[in-house]
């Protein structure tokens, strides 16, 4: 799924200042040893980043006090430190990603209630599954597709640097995943409309200034989300759910899933999106410290007007049998 990937449209040059094959081996030997070894330094790193060299501190500070402005300053210091301490964490189990046994991630992610898309699935209609950047998404998009039981094609942003790019794409589809570059999302899932599979992507994240955007309230601020998830429905006539992710203990998750548009219902213009957002909103006001509070995520600024939806579209119908669409 998309992390906070970056990227830019041309691939620049990549200064040669390391050497690419000892990192991604060091990397991999990491990866061998025990999470409680890895969880030593991660929490170091958790330490130092919150209470010596914190990363965007005032960034975080002023999301989280606009977010929760009933918070005491006790409780605002306990989320910034369980924020960077969960964030270490996070880069510790995504180390120990690329080693990690089928066994051990069924231990350490519980997964529920799949049966809804796979009730859909067994009927020859893909689906879509968004999730937000909570808790260890990573992780996430491991268990689904080593559960789910059907073919799990992944949207993500490609990373500038050439190895961080091989390196992740590996790790992401070890249980098969197959990661397609967000930009090639749509036309891939039109090319191969005949695969039963399902597409899984993350929609939190701020949209270009470039994108089509749906305005909302979102944690007690103005906010423009990426509405890809609701335009490549209508445009491929894909179910949604939303993965729900919790932390449960340190290295111990829970997903399940959250209809957003079922098979056979109809949803007006940025409904879905809306849908979306107040799941997000939920999962985020239960673990507050589990989102990624240091990124800049409203830098952009609703405009005086606005257009509510394209002109051109029709209410979302999510449905369609294997010879056409409904709703």
């Known amino acids: 799924m998309a992390t906070e ?35 030593l330094v991660s929490s170091l ?3 130092l980043a919150y209470r010596f060299f914190p990363y965007r501190p005032q960034v975080v500070r002023e999301n989280l006090t606009r977010a929760f402005p009933e918070f005491t300053e006790a409780q605002l210091r306990a989320t910034m430190r369980d924020y960077y301490r969960g964030f270490a964490d996070m880069l510790a189990e995504v ?17 529920h ?42 949207a993500y942003k490609p990373f500038t640097d050439p190895l961080a790019e091989r390196e992740m794409k590996k790790i992401r589809g070890r249980f098969g995943s197959r990661m397609i570059p967000a930009k090639q999302l749509l036309a891939d899932i039109i090319m191969r409309r005949d695969v039963v599979r399902c597409v899984a992507m993350v929609a939190d994240q701020e949209p270009t ?43 111990y998750y829970e997903m399940d899933l959250a209809p957003l548009c079922e098979p056979g219902e109809s949803l007006a213009p940025g409904e879905l999106t809306e849908r979306y957002v107040r799941q997000v909103e939920a999962q985020i006001r239960a673990a507050p410290a589990d989102w990624p509070w240091s990124h800049k995520r409203w830098k952009l600024k609703k405009p005086l007007y606005q ?13 369609r049998s294997r ?4 709703g």
């Open 113 to 154: 209630n799949l049966e809804l898309a796979r009730r859909v699935l067994a009927q020859g209609q893909s689906v879509m599954l968004v999730a937000a950047h909570q808790c260890n998404w990573e992780w996430m998009l491991l268990a689904l597709s080593l559960e789910l039981g059907y073919p799990v094609d992944a």
């Open 307 to 319: 257009r509510s939806a394209r002109p051109a579209e029709l209410p979302l119908a999510a449905s």
């Open 95 to 111: 180390v120990k990603s690329a080693s990690m046994s089928a066994a051990e991630l069924r231990r350490r992610v519980r997964v």
């Open 323 to 326: 010879g056409g669409r409904t």
């Open 5 to 39: 990937d970056r990227e830019p449209d041309a691939q620049p040059e990549v200064a040669a200042s390391y050497d690419p094959p000892a990192v991604a081996w060091w990397g991999r030997a990491l990866s061998r040893l025990p999470l409680r070894v890895l969880y």
């Open 209 to 251: 200034t470039s994108e089509f955007k749906h305005w909302t309230r979102f944690l007690n601020r103005d906010t423009a989300f990426y509405m890809g998830p609701e335009e490549i429905s209508r445009a491929s006539h894909l179910p949604v759910y939303f993965m729900r992710f919790r932390r449960l203990a340190r290295g």
């Open 45 to 47: 790193v958790g330490i």
